[in-house]
């Protein structure tokens, strides 16, 4: 059966619209693509733009460690966005310049020091990691259709879904010329892993929307795949860097697995509880797109038959004009508190690893990463 059809005649995917949804409208394709039509035939060299600092969190003192060298991956991402496309400098810039935690170059970084590796095939890696996550972010707003991401509009809200999508693919090969420079098959293996599973956990995602009845661990399989893979590769790789024993890189995947299903848990929780001015994304995003998070899993397991209900149609329905009754569900089932003690148990998880590491100033900024990872509001 040919993939589109295979996909039709899955009836979840028919369940919430998305059909119709992703259908190409009239409307979308009278959508000017003012940046395109902007941009002079003649490539001419793009304007500097500033790469702004990380936004600040609550974690500044394990991140104050490595001021420095985070300084030098901005110089790596900097250099290695020359193209001679304007347009691939305009959008790459636009998203990149925007900031972001750059939370998965420092846990290489913190995890290198961690090690004592102190050559600078890290800041290559670090910012490859960071080129994949901007892509994996551009190519997801567009797939999510969503408007506003750190604190702006969406790549695709400004210049359109083509422009995105295509940016994205550069910002992947990109990544992958930038790996050969580490001349290391393990490195290139678990980057190219890690990209692949990212993707096929998007597609299960795609799969599952609309779909009220997901479990608990299928949630687990999808985050594991499109979130917390790429932390577990920058962790990873920090360790085959610093030439690490197997079983200290393999705790230090451990490490990067739990902090990152940890960190998309709690995405999840802010997707309902959280402020669009801190996150810088729009609250309900999940729930218009079908997606069956932690928080509504639990408020159906946790709900009067009412609640439930509610719930389960809100999710067939991708119905966000019921946002405001749910986040009351989620809230008064404990649903919110026991997604946040799923997130601890991860974070837990992260920290018990650390044990295998050399105690020292960055295993303790990578500890204190972990326990503060709840009190995140960004
Ligand atoms: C966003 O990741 C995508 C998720 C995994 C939830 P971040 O929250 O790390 O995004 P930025 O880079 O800080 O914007
Ligand atoms: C983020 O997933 C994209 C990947 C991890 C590949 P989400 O769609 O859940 O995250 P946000 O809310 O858009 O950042
Ligand atoms: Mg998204
Ligand atoms: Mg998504």
């Not at 979308?28 to 395109?36: G, K, S, T, V």
């Not at 190219?192 to 995602?205: H, K, P, R, S």
């Amino acid at each position: 059966m040919a993939p589109q059809r295979i996909l039709r005649s899955l009836p979840l995917y028919h369940a919430n619209g998305l059909r119709a949804k992703h259908a190409p409208t009239p409307a979308a394709h009278r959508r000017p693509l003012p940046i395109i039509r902007a941009f002079p035939r003649t490539p001419r060299a793009p304007a500097p733009l500033p790469l702004s600092a990380p936004t600040p969190s609550a974690s500044s003192a394990a991140l104050d460690l490595i001021a420095g060298d985070m300084a030098e991956v901005d110089k790596v991402i900097s250099a290695r966005l020359d193209t001679g496309v304007p347009l691939v400098s305009q959008v790459s810039r636009y998203i990149i310049a925007a900031g972001g935690k750059r939370l998965r170059p420092a846990l290489l970084l913190l995890m290198c020091g961690a090690l004592g590796y102190t050559g600078s095939q890290r800041f290559n890696l670090a910012a490859v990691v960071e080129f994949i996550h901007t892509a994996t972010l551009l190519h997801d707003d567009v797939v999510d259709e969503s408007t506003m991401r750190r604190g702006r509009p969406t790549a695709n809200e400004s210049f359109g879904n083509a422009a995105s999508v295509l940016v994205g693919d550069f910002l992947y090969s990109r990544a992958f010329q930038m790996m050969l420079d580490s001349r290391d098959m393990r490195v290139m293996e678990i980057l190219a892993d890690a990209t692949n599973v990212i993707a096929e956990g998007e597609v299960l995602q795609l799969m599952n929307m609309g779909d009220a009845s997901l479990d608990e661990a299928a949630y687990l399989h999808v985050i594991r795949s499109k979130t917390a893979k790429l932390f577990e590769a920058s962790t990873q790789l920090a360790a085959v860097l610093a030439g690490a024993s197997p079983d200290v890189e393999a705790a230090c995947a451990r490490y990067g697995q739990a902090l990152g299903t940890a960190f998309q848990v709690v995405d999840d929780v802010l997707d309902y509880a959280g402020d669009a001015a801190e996150t810088g994304k729009n609250v309900g995003d999940d729930l218009r797109e079908g997606k069956t998070t932690l928080p509504l899993i639990f408020a159906m397991q946790r709900g009067r038959p009412e609640q439930a209900e509610l719930v389960r149609s809100a999710i067939q329905q991708g119905d966000v004009s019921r946002l405001p009754q749910l986040i009351a569900v989620v809230k008064e089932t404990g649903a919110l508190d026991a997604t946040r003690a799923a997130a601890a148990a991860e974070a837990q998880r992260a920290i018990d690893a650390l044990a295998m590491l050399p105690p020292n100033s960055f295993t303790e900024g990578l500890l204190q990463l972990a326990a503060q990872l709840l009190e995140r509001r960004a």
